[in-house]
């Protein structure tokens, strides 16, 4: 009677030992996940102080200039209204870069370990093996190397990378074209024509044109990059 008891109670511990272990491990596998994840964006960070800096010199460039003409009026407008509107570019693409570039790290990792465990299940077999702590390393760590694969998939981090990236160096762009017209880089207000007002003003307009027809932002996902026809393990 004493001895069922204690094997009860031995089978129960080692119940929890081997529930606590699959909580560990999937829980320090995120945990990684997450620490990789904000390193990676604290390097973003230090592109995206570079960009700031890069901005500031121009900004105060435009400011310097105090003229009250409507036409340069309006290009400080769209300088600032520009600087408002590519922000959700660059932070949509340190997002997706940072996602992308730790999914892609952690599926190599996770493929390798995969495989190292494999071939130790593949040489035993798997019936045969009888350490329930190699089984679910390998279930898990299996798991995840699926799981990273398809994620970049779905969330199509590539390309919304390069996307978002592309919209705000294009923005990044009409700035400067905006900071080579208050500048007057082209003559329009030196010469101070009819014709060169109008061309000022047409690039102007062109320029709001130009804004309203690049506000998209990119954050696709694709739901049927997730393969439909996975077949039990034999």
């Not at 350490?131 to 779905?154: D, E, H, R």
């Not at 919209?167 to 905006?178: R, T």
Request: glycine share 4%; hydrophobic share 40%; proline share 3%.
């Amino acid at each position: 009677m004493k001895l069922s008891v204690f094997k009860k109670a031995f089978n129960k511990d080692i119940n929890i030992i081997r529930v606590l272990f699959v909580a560990l491990f999937v829980g320090s596998i995120g945990l990684s996940f997450w620490i990789s994840k904000n390193k990676y964006a604290e390097t973003a960070e230090v592109v995206k102080v570079a960009f700031k800096l890069r901005d500031s010199v121009i900004e105060k460039a435009i400011l310097a200039d105090t003229s009250k003409s409507q036409p340069i009026t309006k290009l400080r407008e769209q300088y600032f209204a520009i600087a408002e509107i590519k922000k959700p570019y660059f932070f949509m693409a340190q997002r997706f870069t940072s996602y992308g570039y730790t999914f892609t790290i952690f599926f190599a990792l996770s493929s390798i370990l995969s495989g190292i465990l494999g071939f130790l299940l593949i040489k035993k077999g798997w019936d045969s093996t009888e350490s329930f702590y190699l089984k679910a390393s390998f279930l898990i760590i299996f798991f995840c190397s699926t799981l990273f694969g398809i994620l970049p998939n779905v969330f199509n981090t590539k390309e919304n990378t390069k996307n978002n990236l592309t919209k705000y160096n294009y923005f990044s762009g009409l700035q400067l074209d905006i900071y080579d017209l208050v500048k007057d880089n082209h003559g329009f207000i030196k010469r101070n024509t009819p014709g060169s007002l109008d061309s000022l003003n047409l690039t102007i307009s062109s320029i709001t044109k130009s804004i309203k027809e690049n506000q998209d932002l990119y954050f696709d996902t694709y739901i049927d990059k997730i393969p439909t026809d996975v077949k039990p393990l034999k």
